[in-house]
């Protein structure tokens, strides 16, 4: 079966730094693979995609995410941490049916 | 303004008692998704709709329900077979099965067993 694996469950930061979430991804081939952000108690927002063209992807809010095929890796990056950017992050990839399935959430903490 | 529309926020139900979630979009997407969120779980897909009149059974499906009778809505009744509820529901929208736009998220709902 698919899956997709966050294994960081928080990642700590220093505002001003950069940061890294880390995910992989084990569908073979050519992987849709999406990040979304959560802040308390609302729904996902949608940050960036992998479809097709450069590993290097560009979203919201300065992030961006590198697409690794040899590692089946696509973390996500930003150059600068800000405090408003502590939330719950989700890496999901989309599987043969379309449906997509989301790693567990990795929880970023950006202190002052 | 396009989006998706998941109501009440805050929802309490009783021991034996069935209750159902709204969701509703006016983004003229195809597909709908429910899916829970528990702590430290992440999400897991309860039931999906990719057209109208018909939906599948996603990972959990077991103590829920659901209808797709129009586009626009997509409720889910928890039923009382269903062992532990309390858990925050959140539904998706997305343009048509395997859209490569992803999804687009209501803003959930928060149910309890009192």
């Known amino acids: 079966a698919q899956s997709v694996a966050q294994p960081e469950d928080q990642v700590n930061v220093a505002e001003g730094n950069p940061l890294t979430v880390k995910c992989t991804y084990s569908?073979?081939?050519?992987?849709?693979l999406f990040w979304y952000v959560q802040y308390p108690n609302r729904g996902l927002q949608f940050l960036l995609k992998y479809i097709t063209g450069d590993n290097l992807v560009k979203g919201s809010y300065g992030f961006e995410a590198e697409f690794n095929k040899s590692q089946t890796s696509f973390h996500l990056k930003k150059p600068s941490a800000l405090v408003s950017d502590s939330a719950l992050y989700f890496c999901a990839e989309m599987d043969s049916s379309y449906k997509l399935i989301f790693g567990s959430g990795t929880r970023l903490l950006v202190r002052p | 303004d396009g989006g998706i529309t998941q109501s009440p926020k805050y929802l309490f139900r009783k021991e034996g008692q069935n209750v159902t979630l709204s969701c509703e979009q006016n983004?003229?997407?195809?597909?709908m998704y429910w899916y829970r969120q528990d702590p430290g779980q992440g999400l897991r897909l309860i039931y999906y709709?990719?057209?109208?009149?018909?939906?599948q059974k996603g990972d959990i499906a077991e103590g829920y329900s659901v209808s797709r009778e129009k586009k626009e809505s997509f409720p889910l009744t928890v039923t009382s077979a269903q062992k532990n509820p309390t858990a925050f529901y959140l539904c998706?929208?997305?343009?048509?099965?395997?859209?490569?736009?992803?999804?687009?998220f209501g803003s959930g709902t928060r149910l309890t067993v009192v």
């Open positions: 998706a929208s997305s343009m048509s099965p395997g859209s490569n736009y992803g999804y687009t």
């Open positions: 569908v073979s081939g050519n992987p849709y």
């Open positions: 709709s990719q057209i109208v009149n018909d939906f």
């Open positions: 983004l003229n997407h195809d597909a």
